[in-house]
């Protein structure tokens, strides 16, 4: 390929060259005398997928996987360089253009000899019709596009893109094939995914997934939720509000955390789904009365964890987690006083639907802030222990539950200062407890017995051996 030259500063500096070059898909039309001495000669050639049979029969062995790698080298040293394309390189291979636009803007000299375009040829005989549809050309990540099929230029995309959309259909999903060249007859095929995968086509028409063959994406959620809610859904579904959710909200989020405190991968895996579930239902619900939809939610706090993480996507930088979150403080702060929500109430902020433990230990950090505390640990002990006392002096139903309402309270403090989650200490006590008494259950049962049979010594005998049997071996608790 004959270099142009280039003028600059007095002296000719040759241009590198650009090859562009469109492969008749149908192997009718022969190159022309142009690209033969080019392929003939000792440039690299490269293409998007160059074990295609139309490339091979009009290339021979000479084309390479057009990777990133090579791409970006070639063009850095300033090789001239051709890139073989089935149909027409600009409309019909993502590569193509990415490199006639890299080229031309460094200087290249670019020559494109096209071809019939593979769209012309997928329209034709594909039975598209006027279903919407997306093109795929050779860049694109291969994925599912939910009602839109996928119109795929398979010619010009890498094989392991192309075994990519197994990843997002089925294998026995049926699709239309195009095949032009190689050793079956020309034409469009209906097959199955896997089937016409292996056919070498030059365009794959994909059409859509039915909702219920798409689980796993989030818009079918969203779609099966309007189903149950629809008219002719189911009676239990329609007939839920915001406010008889809100008992299935906590529970759910319950039974994440019961996963979570187990480490159990696939419970957690079930429950955050059912909790997901209460995020789709609520927003459903709002959807219905004009309040708000899903997609209001989604954009909300994906606003908001842009907005408050500058140092991620802005220009801001923190040099650790607690400044981060410091950050994040400062900016909901002045987010709330531009939107006019100042609390009047330093306590306004601690949220009043937490478990009574978890809020006492929230109120306890938010007074902190204005320097209402102990000076230090044995100052809160100290009042631990004339709350006891005061409990152990208390008379009447009522005194009593007063008294011991203000031993939780401090109890929640001291965790503060000994900077345990007051809330988490207790789940694991009871987790404790209730693994500690499964064993003493299942002794009785072992025994032919029930455990209200049991002495009290013989209980706290059984309650000793619990310990030590639910104990590792390093006598640590589980």
């Known amino acids: 390929m004959q ?89 019909d291979d993502g590569r193509a253009r990415e490199l006639h636009r890299q080229a031309t803007a460094a200087g290249w000299g670019v020559r494109l000899e096209a071809a019939p375009s593979l769209l012309e040829w997928a329209y034709a005989h594909l039975p598209l019709d006027s279903t919407p549809h997306m093109v795929v050309s050779g860049v694109e ?16 995309v890498p094989p392991h893109q192309l075994q990519s959309i197994k990843r997002h259909y089925p294998a026995t999903h049926e699709v239309d094939a195009l095949v032009l060249a190689g050793d079956s007859a020309p034409g469009s095929y209906r097959l199955s995914l896997g089937e016409a995968l292996a056919q070498n086509p030059d365009a794959l028409y994909i059409p859509p997934l039915t909702n219920l063959a798409r689980l796993e994406e989030p818009a079918t959620l969203r ?10 859904g189911c009676p239990w579904d329609q007939e839920q509000t915001h406010q008889t959710l809100k008992r299935h909200l906590l529970e759910e989020t319950a039974e994440v955390l ?55 996507f802005g220009d801001r930088s923190v040099g650790s987690a607690e400044q981060a979150l410091a950050n994040w403080e400062s900016i909901k702060q002045a987010e709330h006083a531009a939107q006019g929500k100042e609390r009047q109430s ?10 009574g433990l978890a809020t006492a230990q929230a109120i306890g950090k938010a007074v902190v802030k204005v320097g209402f505390d102990w000076p230090d640990l044995h100052g809160v002990m100290a009042k631990l222990r004339e709350e006891m006392d005061e409990l152990d002096a208390a008379e009447t139903t009522e005194e009593r539950f007063e008294e011991l309402g203000d031993v939780l309270f401090v109890m929640a403090q001291v965790a503060k200062w000994l900077e345990v989650d007051a809330e988490e200490a207790l789940r694991a006590s009871n987790s404790k407890f209730r693994r500690r008494f499964a064993y003493m259950e299942e002794v009785a049962r072992n025994a032919g017995s029930e455990l209200g049979d049991y002495s009290f010594e013989k209980l706290d005998s059984l309650w000793e051996e619990a310990k030590l049997a639910t104990s590792n071996p390093w006598g640590c608790p589980r």
């Open 141 to 156: 990540t291969i994925g599912g596009v939910g009602d839109a099929g996928l119109l795929v230029l398979a010619a010009n």
């Open 258 to 312: 019961d996963a979570l405190d187990e480490d159990d991968m696939d419970a957690l895996r079930e429950e955050l789904g059912d909790l997901l579930l209460q995020v789709y239902f609520q927003a459903q619900i709002a959807e219905e009365q004009g309040d708000f939809s899903f997609d209001d939610v989604v954009h909300g706090i994906s606003e908001k964890l842009v907005r408050r993480h500058p140092h991620v």
């Open 3 to 91: 270099r142009d030259t280039m003028a600059r500063k007095g002296v000719d500096i040759p241009m590198p060259q650009l090859l562009l070059l469109g492969l008749d898909p149908s192997g009718a039309c022969p190159l022309s005398e142009a690209a033969s001495a080019c392929l003939e000669g000792s440039i690299p050639l490269l293409a998007g997928n160059p074990r295609h049979p139309a490339i091979r029969q009009q290339c021979g062995e000479h084309a390479q996987a057009a990777s990133t790698a090579k791409r970006q080298r070639l063009l850095e040293n300033g090789e001239d360089f051709a890139y073989a394309a089935v149909g027409h390189p600009l409309l």
């Open 223 to 232: 779609w099966i939720m309007a189903r149950l809610r629809a008219p002719d």
């Open 346 to 355: 330093l306590l306004d902020r601690v949220p009043r639907s937490l478990s």
